[in-house]
């Protein structure tokens, strides 16, 4: 079972970065982000050390219910990883019901692209999954370090790739020259915009959706 803290880094870089351990702890400094999820049982997360922001990022597909519930409720079947269209859905997350492996997305590899009929809810047997309307999904939070930003630090002073890409639009991402990314309350926390931007690691992050 994974289980990670999330945490603030104590430098004075404000990256963040992934560690893990063997129960969700949730460090005061972390509050700045907002009322997170208790619940991480079997959830992926981030937290932050050192400044530095290292590559875990993982959701559940849409309309993943709580994560406690999420692993006796999923029996890895694997039907949702067959119908999704981006092949987003990778059947190697934690242990689920059946002791197979639950689904998971990457979205440095292939990011749910918000199919228009949300094939894997539609697809899921179970309760795992729960019907969810397209601009209510809501898989992760994308949270934004400037320091990562080519639009900020002048490498690329009119990237806006993020923005771009986004399958929402402005009612999530926005780019102002020079600034990066501002994420608005209609992003879904896909992880288009993590997966096409350019900079590496990318400034943009995903973190567990809020409850
Ligand atoms: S909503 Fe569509 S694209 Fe996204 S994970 Fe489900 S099937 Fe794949
Ligand atoms: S279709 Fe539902 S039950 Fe099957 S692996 Fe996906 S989430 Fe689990
Ligand atoms: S795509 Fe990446 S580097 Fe470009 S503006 Fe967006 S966050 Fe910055
Ligand atoms: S801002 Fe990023 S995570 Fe949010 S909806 Fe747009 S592409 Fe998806």
Not at 65 to 94: T, Y
Not at 138 to 149: E, G, K, L, N, T
Not at 169 to 189: L, N
């Amino acid at each position: 079972m994974f289980i990670a803290a999330y945490v603030f880094a104590s430098s004075p870089c404000r990256g963040l970065a992934l560690m893990s351990g063997d129960d969700a702890k949730l460090d005061r400094r972390a509050m700045l982000f907002g009322k997170w999820r208790r619940d991480q049982t079997s959830a992926p997360a981030l937290a932050a050390v050192s400044g530095e922001i290292r590559a875990i990022n993982w959701v559940r597909p849409p309309g993943a219910i709580a994560p406690s519930l999420f692993v006796e409720a999923c029996d890895g079947c694997g039907a949702c990883a067959e119908v999704c269209p981006a092949q987003a859905i990778k059947m190697n997350g934690p242990a689920v019901a059946g002791r197979k492996p639950g689904p998971r997305i990457d979205a440095a590899q292939n990011p749910c692209v918000m199919c228009d009929s949300i094939a894997c809810v539609a697809a899921c047997p179970t309760t795992a999954l729960a019907p969810v309307t397209r601009d209510a999904i809501r898989i992760a939070q994308i949270r934004f370090d400037p320091a990562r930003c080519r639009a900020v630090d002048g490498s690329d002073a009119t990237c806006a790739v993020c923005a771009e890409r986004c399958p929402v639009g402005v009612a999530a991402i926005s780019v102002a020259p020079g600034q990066g990314p501002t994420i608005a309350g209609g992003c879904t926390g896909c992880g288009v915009c993590v997966h096409y931007c350019p900079a590496a690691p990318p400034p943009l992050i995903q973190l567990p959706p809020m409850v």
